[in-house]
């Protein structure tokens, strides 16, 4: 099972803290796990022109290609201005329309205001629906004041973030089992 966690914005670093506690969470409870992490920080990813995802070149087609690729996407995204990053956005955009379906869509969402709790719901939810993700039963959702040094502090954030995992784990496994048994009932 491939997760490609990915962290979505472009500065700051609550976000990536917060995804660098989930993949170790993820190598804790499942060793054999087949990750990547990437940092849109740390990459040139082009601004969505409408192209052919195969037309894509560099980081951008490298990105494009490790969500199409894998079972699970772990997001890590601020919120700000009261909306999901431009950056992520983006993201969505240079993919194609259902290039979600058949995998398990976490989220990992920091904001300096605990008036954005419901952003992702009303933004990014309907954005994953529209693109055939399956998402787990809720995000996690953390506070500035949730960090402390450049490390997550939290102790319920921590144990969110754990469900999330797991739950992302068990959905893309029931998912895998669906379309085998699926494709059993097909002789080709």
Known sequence: MKTLL?????????????????????LANYPESDYQL????????AFAKGYHYLDLTGDTRTLVQAIMDCDVLILASPIFQASIPASLKNVFDLLPQNSLQGKVVGAIITAGS???????????????????ASQ????????????????????????????LITECHTLAVA??????QEDQRYDF
């Open 6 to 26: 990915l962290a979505s914005s472009l500065i700051g670093s609550k976000s990536r803290t917060a995804l660098n506690y989930a993949k170790e969470r993820l």
């Open 136 to 163: 787990p039963s809720s995000y996690v959702f953390a506070h500035d004041l949730d960090f402390e040094a450049g490390q997550l502090i939290n102790s319920d954030v921590k144990d969110r973030i754990d469900r």
């Open 114 to 132: 605990h008036k954005h709790f419901l952003i992702p719901q009303y933004q990014l939810n309907p954005i994953l629906n529209y693109m055939k």
């Open 175 to 180: 998912l895998e089992q669906a379309q085998e």
């Open 38 to 45: 990437l940092d849109l920080a740390e990459m040139e990813v």
